[in-house]
Nanobody, 129 residues
């Protein structure tokens, strides 16, 4: 089992920045994929960014809506994945969820929420002036 806890959400102004963290506990994540998804009121949960890794590579993947503004990264020693969000827009307002799978995937598969086995409780991000 893998437990995920998100933190770092809050209120930001348009053009501002926030950094989300997702701390994992439980099983060792030596090879895994972790992603961020978000869900705004009345809308379906959508993919934001993901990172996957094994002994040889680290692979990142972004939705078109955040590419160039958001950066996903990981700290292996802390078993934590980060989402640095810059140039925030009001349409980024949503609950952000962290997800993980022990299957290393790349490409479009990372954007499919059904590929993930473990989910956090979510953290609210509000972008407003």
């Amino acid at each position: 089992q893998v437990q995920l806890v998100e933190s770092g959400g809050g209120l930001a102004q348009p053009g501002g920045s926030l950094r989300l963290s997702c701390a994992a506990s439980g099983r060792t994540l030596s090879r895994a994929a972790m992603g961020w998804f978000r869900q705004a009121p009345g809308l379906e949960r959508e993919f934001v960014a993901a990172i996957s890794w094994n002994d040889y590579i680290i692979y990142t993947y972004y939705s078109d809506s955040v590419k160039g503004r958001f950066t996903i990264s990981r700290d292996n020693a802390k078993k934590t994945v980060y989402l640095q969000m810059n140039s925030l827009k009001p349409e980024d307002t949503a609950i952000y969820y962290c997800a993980a799978t022990l299957v290393v995937r790349t490409g479009q598969a990372l954007a499919n929420l059904n590929e993930y086995d473990y989910w956090g409780q979510g953290t609210q991000v509000t972008v407003s002036s």
